[in-house]
């Protein structure tokens, strides 16, 4: 695998479920983004992870919770979502570092429908 | 806050012509992105410029960045079908109170080059 993988690529559920997207890079980036793209909003940042460590919450509701278990693995856990947070959900990486924004490298995103 | 305006959000060119994007921003700070997203796909990092007077160039597509103006345009040289696609301006910034990186997106044009 190369780049930034996320899985999976489409998922449908309930309001009342709870799942989990799972993003993965392999580029030895040191900070990993949640990102939320709406059919009629530009894209949101939703969470920052440096170093393992949440920076930025960008006022996200309780129902999303992202985990950074280490460098190379993010996770967003779904729970009790409303059918307006159907959206894509790309997760990216990037090399972080003092003096500068470095390019941030996309996953193919998740699909998510909520029903 | 930040934020980035594009314009326009919808363009649809002839083979052949040419045409501009424009990528205005509120405030001055960091690097300036250009990002390509074809339908259904993920998001693919096109430029970085870093300062005042920058441009790049690759194939019928160049980028410059004009920090006084806080304007970035993308020029689209005799266009093909396959430029095709969403093109998003972006500009970094500081995450939190760190010196770690996130992005902040124009809400994005859609190119349609017509034959």
């Known amino acids: 695998e190369t780049g930034v993988t996320q899985t999976p690529r489409h998922l449908v559920m309930g309001m009342t479920n709870k799942k989990s997207l799972k993003c993965e890079q392999h580029l030895g980036h040191n900070a990993m983004y949640w990102y939320k793209q709406s059919a009629k909003k530009p894209l949101e940042l939703m969470f920052v992870y440096s170093l393992e460590e949440r920076v930025e919450n960008n006022s996200v509701p309780s129902r999303f919770s992202p985990e950074c278990p280490n460098s190379s693995h993010l996770f967003l856990h779904l729970h009790t979502l409303q059918p307006e947070d159907s959206a894509l959900y790309l997760c990216?990486?990037?090399?972080?570092?003092?003096?500068?924004?470095?390019?941030?490298?996309f996953g193919p995103g998740t699909r998510l429908t909520v029903l | 806050e930040l934020k980035v305006e594009q314009n326009p959000l919808f363009l649809s060119m002839q083979e052949g012509k040419n045409y501009t994007i424009y990528c205005n921003y509120s405030t001055t700070s960091d690097r300036l992105y250009w990002y390509r997203q074809d339908p259904g796909k993920s998001l693919e990092s096109l430029f970085v410029l870093l300062s005042n007077g920058a441009v790049k160039q690759e194939g019928r597509l160049m980028a410059s960045l004009d920090t006084k103006a806080r304007l970035s345009t993308l020029h689209i040289t005799a266009a093909v079908h396959d430029l095709s696609a969403t093109y998003f301006c972006a500009k970094g910034g500081r995450a939190g109170g760190t010196s770690y990186g996130k992005l902040t997106f124009g809400q994005g044009t859609i190119l349609t080059v017509h034959p």
């Open positions: 990216a990486s990037s090399q972080a570092r003092a003096g500068g924004t470095d390019t941030q490298y």
